[in-house]
C-alpha cells in the first residue's frame, strides 16, 4: 500500500474518532435534558392533587399532550383563559 494510501487511512481513522466523541458529547447533552425535564414532569405529577381546577386541568393537560388544548367555550379553563400558541422555537 502506498504512504499516500496508509496517511489517508490515518486520517479517516481519526475523522471517525472525532465524530465519535463529538457524538458522545451530544448523547451526553441530550441526557441532561431529559433528566432537567424528567425532574419537572416528576415534582408537577406529584403536587397535581393539591392543585384546584382549572390549574389541575392545565397541568394535566400539558404533561399528558404537551400543549392545552383547544377550549374555544371557556369550559376547560374557566372564563377569560385564552389559549395561545407557544411561540415557534429558534
Do not use: W
Not at 441526557?31 to 393539591?50: A, G, P, T
Amino acid at each position: 500500500m502506498s504512504t499516500y494510501a496508509t496517511s489517508l487511512m490515518e486520517l479517516s481513522k481519526d475523522a471517525v474518532v472525532v465524530e465519535a466523541l463529538l457524538l458522545k458529547d451530544r448523547i451526553g447533552d441530550l441526557e441532561r435534558k431529559v433528566d432537567f425535564y424528567q425532574k419537572r414532569v416528576e415534582l408537577l405529577q406529584s403536587v397535581q392533587h393539591n392543585m384546584r381546577d382549572p390549574e389541575r386541568t392545565i397541568a394535566c393537560d400539558i404533561i399528558a399532550n404537551g400543549e392545552l388544548l383547544p377550549d374555544s367555550t371557556g369550559k376547560r379553563y374557566g372564563e377569560g383563559f385564552n389559549v395561545r400558541p407557544l411561540p415557534a422555537r429558534r
